[in-house]
């Protein structure tokens, strides 16, 4: 059981790449969600998918993209990167909420290390 | 929106010295209140959890009482390690009827330093 994997952990882009970040779960888990972490401003939600299927921005959606692919699966899209996308991104899943038995527990990956030049 | 707000970092302390990280929050709806801990290098993991207001999460010496009436989820541990050395997270999540509903909010976490 490797919980919430990602891949890769450090990634090294020039002004205007793109990139896509992998997220995978074996936990069965509905729902799953990006964040990126910037010193002194904690986890900031940039998408989530609440259900295989659906996905809904969160705060800070701009410059970015997402595809469910199937119920493990949730990738994050980079078309054009810039230098203030240069964060460490986390990956988590959770039962969905609301839902009978849901203890809203999100569970993270290890994070990828996004640097842009 | 949902907002939580925790103490300035970042903190150093001796082994085997009291923690108190304080968190408080503001919320619309009935959140579930969290720790989270991030060790060096490595992803979040959660630290304990209260669903309602009274509960106590506890965790590996680590406690924090979800208090209604202050809005507030204070970590405490009565004596810390060298490995407890990490970044602490407090966050939020609304249940039916919270803005947020379903998404975690989370303060912008503390250093904590133990020496030796």
């Known amino acids: 059981n490797a919980g919430v994997t990602q891949t890769p952990k450090f990634q090294v882009l020039k002004t205007g790449q793109s990139m896509t970040l992998q997220c995978a779960q074996d936990?069965?888990?509905?729902?799953m969600y990006w964040y990126r972490q910037d010193p002194g401003m904690g986890l900031r939600l940039i998408y989530y998918s609440a259900s295989e299927g659906t996905t809904d921005k969160g705060e800070v959606p701009n410059g970015y993209n997402v595809s469910r692919l199937n119920k493990r699966e949730f990738s994050l899209r980079l078309e054009s990167a810039a230098p203030s996308q240069t964060s460490v991104y986390f990956c988590?899943?959770?039962?969905?909420?609301?839902?009978?038995?849901?203890?809203?527990?999100?569970?993270f990956g290890p994070g990828t290390r996004l640097t842009v030049t | 929106g949902d907002s939580v707000t925790q103490m300035e970092g970042p903190v150093t302390l001796s082994e085997e010295a009291f923690l108190t990280i304080n968190c408080t929050y503001t919320?619309?709806?009935?959140?579930?209140l969290f720790w989270y801990v991030q060790y060096p290098g490595e992803g979040l993991q959660l630290l304990l959890k209260a669903t309602k207001a009274d509960d106590k999460g506890s965790n590996k010496g680590f406690e924090a009482t979800y208090r209604k009436e202050t809005t507030s989820f204070h970590l405490e541990k009565g004596s810390v390690q060298v490995s407890d050395s990490a970044v602490y997270f407090c966050a939020l999540i609304t249940g039916a009827g919270g803005t947020s509903y379903g998404k975690l909010t989370f303060g912008q976490g503390t250093i904590l330093t133990v020496h030796p």
């Open positions: 936990m069965n888990h509905n729902s």
């Open positions: 988590a899943s959770s039962t969905l909420p609301g839902t009978s038995g849901s203890s809203y527990e999100q569970y």
């Open positions: 919320a619309t709806g009935y959140p579930s």
